[in-house]
Every structure is written in C-alpha cells, then in structure tokens.
C-alpha cells in the first residue's frame, strides 16, 4: 500500500484539542499544497511516509511523520483528494506525500511539516472539522 496511515482527525478551535497531538519539538518545514491528487502528483511524489500525528492552527496544518532514510534530501507536498464528504463534521481528505529521491538509508527519520491551508480548508469557528490524513 502506498500510504502506510489513514488518520481522522476531528478540530476543534474552541479547546485548541487535537485527538493525535504532535510530540515532537523539531522545527516544522514547509510544504507546498497542491490543488489536487493527479497522477503527476503520485509520480512526483511516489515514496511512502508514517503520519503520525497532526493539529491544525488556523490556516496551518502541522503533521508529524516517520519514514526510513537519511542520506538524500526528501521532498514533501500536500495535496487535495477532490473530494468532500457528506458528513457532520464536513471531511475533507488531504494527502501527504513524499519523494526519497532514491534514498535507501536506513536511518529513521520523524519530522514535522507545516502546510498552509486554502481558505476552503481552514479550521474556523466552533465547528469540528475532519480531516482524513492518508
């Protein structure tokens, strides 16, 4: 399987609560946030990656991950799954995707990426909001 995590995260602003709070104290990168999942997207992107928690703050998503590697420079984006679902809370998939370039260290690798959010996907008011990271 491409995607080695499904999380459901339901936000809520008003407690600021996250039900898969981040633990780790490393700096968030920066990650680009695509319109959508196309195949270009996937070949791009074709490595997988361990979601292991993740919190939204406003117009940012913070997501903490674990993958193998150690000896090239990765590359992350974030992108759409157009789709949304017809639920109470609104869900919204988003995927995480990730791009070793060859990488084939062993070492293991936990960071933390910041995406800026589209305003269509932004956690506002006292709504929950989920978010189905893959």
Do not use: W
């Amino acid at each position: 399987m491409r995607f080695s995590a499904l999380l459901s995260i339901a936000f809520l602003t008003a407690c600021g609560s996250s039900p898969f709070p981040i633990t780790s104290n490393l700096e968030p990168a920066p990650a680009p946030f695509l319109d959508t999942c196309d195949e270009a997207a996937e070949a791009t992107y074709p490595d997988s990656l361990t979601v292991e928690a993740a919190e939204a703050h406003g117009s940012t998503l913070l997501v903490q991950y674990s993958h193998g590697g150690g000896c090239e420079t990765h590359e992350y984006a974030v992108c759409f799954v157009d789709r949304v679902l017809a639920s109470d809370p609104p869900q919204f998939e988003l995927r995480i995707l990730h791009n070793a370039n060859g990488d084939t260290c062993r070492a293991f690798k936990e960071e933390v990426l910041s995406v800026e959010l589209p305003r269509e996907f932004r956690v506002t008011g006292l709504r929950p909001t989920s978010v189905l990271l893959q």
